[in-house]
Nanobody
């Protein structure tokens, strides 16, 4: 289907910023909706943000609105997550994800990257 590799994670102080790139491979990348999810220790994986395949529509969890921005560059087969004003509660493993358009987000139905750790310290 599509293979995804995230990077850019690390340790940052509260109030700081990180930019996470996700590189995709596969001949059908342009027709996939892309998203970012995160999972903190002992918690369920949760939705963070997504972007429609054309890049025209974006969606954000209430917890990150105004702080995070998702974007994509289909020519480069990449999607990005810009995270600003980071909070300690943003600490989690962040996963890049892809699904065919018109389908719903499910763990088994989407393609997932390996995850990248983001740790926000106070």
């Amino acid at each position: 289907q599509v293979q995804l590799v995230e990077s850019g994670g690390g340790l940052v102080q509260a109030g700081g910023s990180l930019r996470l790139p996700c590189a995709a491979s596969g001949r059908t990348f342009s027709y996939y909706d892309m998203g970012w999810f995160r999972q903190a220790p002992g918690k369920e994986r949760e939705f963070v943000t997504s972007i429609e395949w054309r890049g025209s529509s974006t969606y954000y969890a209430d917890s990150v609105k105004g702080r995070f921005t998702i974007s994509r560059d289909n020519a480069k087969n990449k999607v990005y997550l810009q995270m600003n004003s980071l909070k300690t509660e943003d600490t989690a493993v962040y996963y890049c994800a892809a699904k065919t358009t018109r389908s719903v987000w499910t763990i088994s139905g989407a393609s997932w990257g390996q995850g990248t750790q983001v740790t926000v310290s106070s």
